[in-house]
Each structure stands twice: as structure tokens, then as C-alpha cells.
């Protein structure tokens, strides 16, 4: 069975504070206050861990208070290694009362070539050919994107289905890399070329140019639009079940350890994607930083609908 490794290059302590009121000019009283790590792969990690699959999760991490880090991971039996750097993990601020949410991002410690170096040792000595390997969210200020691109071309030339997650490249960065899968939101997708509007066409023919420029699969979440996944054999859609969401916030995270779970399971597409669709789901039904867990994405499998979709015409892209 394949592995699934998740890396993370600029993790986080997330700090959720409930409060009286969120007014400007006055005192706001914090109500409830929870802290746990942060991070598009531990994120991953996380769901995976819920369904009982193989995983490792990496992150670099900031040695001050990488022990306060760590035992959050171990209180949730993740199954985890540190590359320690100098300075801190950053912590993140999430303010919420009532259906409002402010969040604040801080920067993340200070990583060296030599330390990017390390970090693809540790992912070398740890896969094996065939593992999915996802990197995901944003990276400490120092490191350039194009060295990023070269870590993660490295560990594909090394065996790894390499999974991607997040805003940093472009459609030229992908062309270099062409990855295993990508998993834009819509939002992320507008970023890397022009989608003419939300409809299943335009997604649909945007994913389709991402696909024919290397990347072999494209999985674009839509919010309450659905999940599309698109290859050059196939490409699928599924709905979104009508749930009571409570918060968003780590649902593309979700949705693609649902598709990922799915793979390793060795689902077709379209049950990866009804998959993948009924976790982020499930994540939207809890509240805070709350996640799928396997149990309730079950529970909204056999609600989610899923179909096929003509692939356009070359001349389309």
C-alpha cells in the first residue's frame, strides 16, 4: 500500500479565540480560547489519520517552542518528524463571534538553503517509490518560490506521486513541475489563468489547460458548487450535499485527503471524487478548526452525486 506524506515548510500554532464581540473601540472579551497545530499538511494528515491509513507527517519548525508543537501532534497520535530550524512556529489568530471570523497570519521562522537541503533528505530517506507526497500552504518569507519548485521537482524525480496545495505557482511553474495533482479552490484556479465565470464549462475548460500543460490531475473544490477532477482520460463532478455549515475553514483540506484516502484505497475517480466531496463536507458541518472525520464523511457518501463530464476539444484549450 502506498504511504502518504504530508509536508509542511511554515506550520503554525493556531489560536481560535471566542469572544464577547468582535466591535472596533472597545473591549473585546475572549470566551473560550484553543490552541493545536496549524497547516495545509498537517491538515491532511489529520483526516488521513481519522480513517486509519498510513501517513507521515513532516513540517519545519521553529526550535522555541517546537516542544509545545509536538505535543499537540502527539495528543492526536499523529504520526510525525520535525526538522528543527532557529526562531519560532508562528502563531496564527482566529477571532470568532457569532457568523464572524477574522484571521491573522504571522510570519513564520527564518529557513536556509542548507535547511531546504535537509528537508529533502528527510523526505528521500522516508518515501518510497509510488508514495503521494503533498506539499502544501505558504512558505516562511525567506524561501523563494523557485526553490520550492526544485525541492518539489526533486522529490518527484525521486519516485513520488507529487501532490500540490497551494497559491505560490503559476501555469509556467507547472508546466516545470507537472505534478501528480493539484487542488485549486476557484478562487486559486482565477490565479493561475482566466475562468469566465463559476459554471461547470468554464471550470471545467480552465482545469482542462492546466492538465494539458503537465499536471496530470486537476481537482478544483467549489465550495457548494461541487468537486471536478479532471485527467486526459477522464473528467468528473460531484455535488455537494446540502449539510448546515458551521465553518470552512480546513475544508479544501479535507476534500483532498478524501480524494487521496480514496487513491490510496485504489477507488476509481469518481468514487475518489465522491470522497473527497463528503470530507469537505463533513469539515463544514463542525465548527472552529474542527475536520472530517471518517465516520461522519461516511455518513454522506451515499447522498453525493456524481457524474460524468465531456472532456472539451484540444482546440479548446
Known amino acids: 500500500m502506498r504511504n502518504i506524506i504530508s509536508v509542511t515548510l511554515n506550520p503554525s500554532i493556531d489560536v481560535t479565540l471566542w469572544t464577547d464581540g468582535l466591535d472596533y473601540d472597545a473591549t473585546n472579551r475572549v470566551l473560550e480560547e484553543t490552541r493545536e497545530a496549524g497547516g495545509k499538511g498537517i491538515n491532511v494528515s489529520r483526516v488521513v489519520q481519522s480513517f486509519g491509513m498510513p501517513n507521515l507527517c513532516l513540517s519545519v519548525v521553529g526550535e522555541d517552542n517546537s516542544d509545545e508543537f509536538a505535543e499537540y501532534l502527539e495528543e492526536e497520535s499523529i504520526h510525525y518528524e520535525l526538522l528543527k530550524v532557529q526562531g519560532a512556529v508562528r502563531e496564527n489568530l482566529t477571532l470568532r463571534h457569532a457568523d464572524c471570523t477574522i484571521k491573522i497570519n504571522r510570519k513564520g521562522?527564518?529557513?536556509?538553503?542548507?535547511?531546504?537541503?535537509?528537508?529533502m533528505a528527510l523526505i528521500q530517506?522516508?518515501?518510497?517509490?509510488?508514495?503521494?507526497?503533498?506539499?502544501g500552504g505558504s512558505l516562511p518569507e525567506n524561501v523563494a518560490v523557485s526553490d520550492y519548485a526544485e525541492l518539489i521537482m526533486a522529490v518527484k524525480q525521486a519516485g513520488a506521486r507529487v501532490v500540490i496545495d497551494s497559491d505560490l505557482f503559476t501555469l509556467e511553474d507547472y508546466r516545470r513541475i507537472s505534478p501528480w495533482l493539484i487542488k485549486p479552490n476557484i478562487h486559486e484556479l482565477r490565479r493561475i489563468l482566466p475562468v469566465a465565470d463559476n459554471s461547470d464549462e468554464a471550470v471545467l475548460r480552465a482545469a482542462c489547460q492546466l492538465q494539458r500543460a503537465g499536471v496530470e490531475n486537476v481537482l478544483v473544490s467549489r465550495g457548494a458548487?461541487?468537486?471536478?477532477?479532471?485527467?486526459?482520460?477522464?473528467?468528473?463532478k460531484a455535488d455537494s450535499p446540502e449539510v448546515e455549515a458551521k465553518s470552512t475553514v480546513g475544508a479544501g483540506d479535507s476534500a483532498l485527503a478524501g480524494f487521496l484516502i480514496g487513491t490510496?484505497?485504489?477507488?476509481?475517480?469518481?468514487?475518489c471524487v465522491r470522497l473527497a466531496s463528503a470530507c469537505?463536507?463533513?469539515c463544514v458541518m463542525q465548527d472552529g478548526t474542527a475536520l472530517a472525520t471518517r465516520d461522519l464523511a461516511f455518513s454522506l457518501l451515499d447522498g453525493i452525486t456524481v457524474e460524468r463530464l465531456s472532456l472539451p476539444q484540444e482546440e479548446d484549450s
Do not use: H, Q
Not at 527564518?110 to 528537508?119: C, D, E, H, Q, W
Not at 522516508?126 to 506539499?135: K, T
Not at 490510496?264 to 468514487?271: F, L
Open 125 to 135: 530517506s522516508r518515501m518510497s517509490e509510488g508514495d503521494i507526497v503533498m506539499f
Open 264 to 271: 490510496v484505497k485504489e477507488y476509481g475517480v469518481e468514487e
Open 280 to 282: 469537505g463536507s463533513a
Open 109 to 119: 521562522p527564518f529557513l536556509s538553503v542548507v535547511m531546504i537541503g535537509a528537508l
Open 225 to 236: 458548487e461541487g468537486i471536478m477532477c479532471v485527467n486526459d482520460r477522464i473528467a468528473v
